[in-house]
């Protein structure tokens, strides 16, 4: 650790982006404002205006034109930032696909929010789910420390690889919840995450062409290059998380898993259903139950050798979305049971809760526990706390 001294400060989630972004001196950010995530831009602009980071704050007229811009700012080579939520997310969709083909490590931050019709403004995961084939990396977070220590180490890996990366974090249940959060210095997270220098970039004095037509002929082999990035990407974050661990004393891994030892069960999480879920594996465990839990933190690229290796001597998989693929069932359950194809025939029981911001309690934890306890085969979705 540097010779000034990390600091704590309570902050909420959406601040935690923030200061994330600051201590990472981003120099671009575009942004337009949708509730739930509009604090995260707003103490971003107020930095701008006080000098507190040497960035440019634009503003425009829709998350569609905010993606548009850092698309022709990362071009340039510089570190760029933007946030957003479900409908706002949506809109970007089609520069989603322009960020990525061009290889441009853009940060952005999604709070989660359920997408309408009905309206909403509570959280589930449909609107970053719903983006996972765009090619950007996501990261879903459980606390408003990892959400900023992702932001950092979001920036570290997309600027290595040249892919995008989109951290998510749940609407009010962290976006405007507060917690006691640790700053590292800025020397540190300088020596941490060294300015973005790109090979190649938009420059008058050397002109070059991008984003042109692709043919046939070279098409295809863009998108190997880029299926290729995600399949490093799996041990480029691997190898930051550690060593962010190493100098900050907190590391997150693409996965966790927690008191597997001598499970039968694991439970499956992702964001902050998995702190409730804790809770209640330390209560079953007292009661000797052999359940274990894993939490998902890295969905893209998908870490399907950790998930492989953790399910090794384990009967039965219980996997909690808060998300639905309509036809379908849950995005995770069905990323899981991908991964698990080849590798084992475990019975993956995937269950729906939480929709449109509904509570996950502990209650309906252990009743996911206990319907996969009783029962040897699956079936195709099961609901949680379901009114009818």
């Known amino acids: 650790m540097s010779a000034v001294a990390a600091h704590q400060q309570v902050v909420t989630g959406n601040h935690a982006v923030s200061h994330g972004v600051r201590l990472s001196r981003a120099q671009v950010i575009s942004a337009y404002p949708i509730t739930p995530q509009t604090q995260v ?4 602009s107020e930095f701008c205006a006080n000098g507190a980071l040497d960035a440019k704050f634009l503003k425009v007229e829709s998350e569609h034109s905010a993606m548009a811009a850092l698309v022709g700012a990362s071009s340039t080579g510089a570190r760029c930032f933007t946030a957003t939520s479900a409908h706002g997310l949506a809109l970007m969709h089609e520069m989603l696909h322009w960020s990525a083909g061009a290889r441009l490590p853009i940060v952005m931050a999604n709070v989660n929010r359920a997408m309408g019709a009905p309206w909403s403004v509570w959280t589930d995961q449909n609107d970053s789910l719903a983006q996972r084939d765009t090619g950007w990396m996501q990261f879903y977070c459980e606390s408003n420390q990892e959400v900023l220590d992702t932001v950092i ?10 892919v995008p990366a989109m951290l998510v974090l749940d609407a009010f249940v962290l976006s405007h919840t507060a917690e006691a959060v640790e700053f590292p210095t800025q020397t540190d997270v300088d020596r941490f995450l060294p300015p973005f220098n790109p090979k190649v970039r938009l420059d008058i004095s050397n002109p ?23 399949n490093e990407a799996v041990e480029v974050i691997r190898r930051v998380d550690a060593e962010f661990g190493e100098q900050f004393g907190r590391r997150y891994g693409l996965i966790e898993t927690y008191r597997t030892d001598g499970a039968e069960l694991l439970l499956v999480t992702s964001s902050t259903i998995t702190s409730t879920a804790r809770v209640v594996i330390d209560e079953l465990r007292d009661e000797g139950r052999r359940v274990g839990l894993m939490k998902i933190r890295t969905f893209r690229p998908f870490p399907s050798a950790e998930v492989q290796q953790a399910v090794d001597g384990i009967k039965k998989v219980a996997v909690i979305d808060r998300n639905l693929s309509y036809g379908a069932g849950g995005i995770f359950a069905q990323e899981l049971r991908a991964a698990l194809h080849n590798h084992c025939s475990i019975p993956v029981f995937g269950f729906v809760t939480g929709l449109g911001g509904r509570d996950v309690t502990p209650a309906m934890i252990r ?22």
């Open 208 to 230: 070059r062409a991008f984003n042109g037509l692709a043919t046939p002929e070279t098409y295809m082999e863009l998108r190997y290059d880029l299926q290729e990035a995600m």
């Open 153 to 162: 180490q979001a920036f570290r890996v997309a600027e290595e690889l040249l």
């Open 41 to 44: 831009v707003e103490l971003l």
């Open 367 to 388: 009743e996911t526990i206990d319907y996969t306890t009783v029962r040897d085969e699956p079936e195709d979705l099961i609901w949680i706390g379901l009114k009818r």
